[in-house]
């Protein structure tokens, strides 16, 4: 199915666009952020970045998009918008651009 979306999106001309977001709770799984996020866009997927060592999470994560359209929502309805329990401030919402990772990084204790 998902090769299948894939496929039909890149027909359209559309490629996946990759969030990062900033400001998760560290208790949150992925199926917890995808429905989350699911309430607001159309998410092929959810990875929340873990600590390479204790595998434990860093309180962020990445969401997949299938089109800048859908992505585009997910960061209206979310970025400083929304605050979860467990963390001090709103979700930090953008695209994810490679040269940027060390600039952003995740919310620590």
């Known amino acids: 199915m998902e090769e299948q979306q894939q496929t039909l999106d890149s027909s359209l001309g559309e490629e996946s666009v990759k969030l990062f977001v900033g ?7 992925e199926a917890e ?3 989350l996020f699911k309430e607001f866009a159309l998410i092929d997927q959810v990875n ?3 600590d390479k060592a204790t595998r434990v999470s860093r309180g962020c994560c990445f969401v997949i ?3 800048r359209g859908e992505a585009d929502k997910a960061v209206n309805a979310c970025h400083n918008k929304r605050t979860l329990p467990g963390v001090s401030f709103s979700f930090f919402v953008s695209q994810f651009l490679e040269m940027s990772w060390n600039v952003v990084g995740c919310f620590d204790d």
């Open 48 to 50: 929340i970045i873990k």
């Open 65 to 67: 998009c299938p089109s």
């Open 23 to 29: 400001q998760v709770p560290k208790h949150m799984n």
């Open 33 to 35: 952020l995808l429905s």
